[in-house]
């Protein structure tokens, strides 16, 4: 048996350049929501607040709530990371008022400004099927984001229903 001394094995994933656009999500945010639920709706629009942690520099955690046109209180959770293994944004989003788990996987723009996150969700104007949806988070500024989801139509396009501005408070 060796007496000598072993430097310790680290173990686990660094956070890389690609986790670094994690951080622009990370803080305290006063929301801004205008939300269509069909072409001759008229717009809604709710408010509310999020908080996003870092965990390790792998992960962007949210958790908030927002009142919703009803005056109802709606409560969430997020999570976005990069995964090295599979080479993507992958994350995910869950709600109190939906017993669906959103799976997203996303990529990221060239300027760096944007993400695009796709996934499949509940078809909400047909009971029991699928449909494809998109999320897109522009940074404006440091103080300042944007999220417009969107759903798939039969023609393949993104027809946006929701738009959520966040202002951070922290």
Not at 129 to 140: F, G, K, L, M, S
């Amino acid at each position: 048996m060796s007496t000598e001394t072993q430097e310790p094995v680290e173990m686990g994933t660094k956070p890389g350049a690609e986790h670094e656009w994690l951080q622009r999500l990370v803080g305290e945010w006063r929301t801004e929501a205008e939300m269509t639920m069909g072409p001759d709706s008229p717009p809604m629009k709710a408010t509310g607040t999020e908080s996003v942690k870092s965990m390790g520099g792998l992960w962007a955690a949210g958790e908030g709530t927002s009142t919703m046109p009803d005056g109802s209180v709606m409560e969430y959770r997020s999570a976005l990371g990069y995964d090295v293994s599979f080479k993507e944004y992958r994350g995910c989003w869950y709600a109190s008022m939906s017993s669906h788990l959103w799976k997203r996987t996303g990529t990221l723009s060239a300027d760096g400004n944007t993400m695009t996150l796709d996934c499949v969700g509940p078809n909400m104007e047909i009971d029991g099927e699928t449909a494809n949806y998109r999320d897109v988070i522009q940074v404006v500024d440091q103080d300042h984001l944007i999220l417009t989801s969107s759903g798939e139509d039969q023609n393949g396009q993104y027809i946006p229903y929701m738009t959520v501005h966040y202002y951070r408070t922290k």
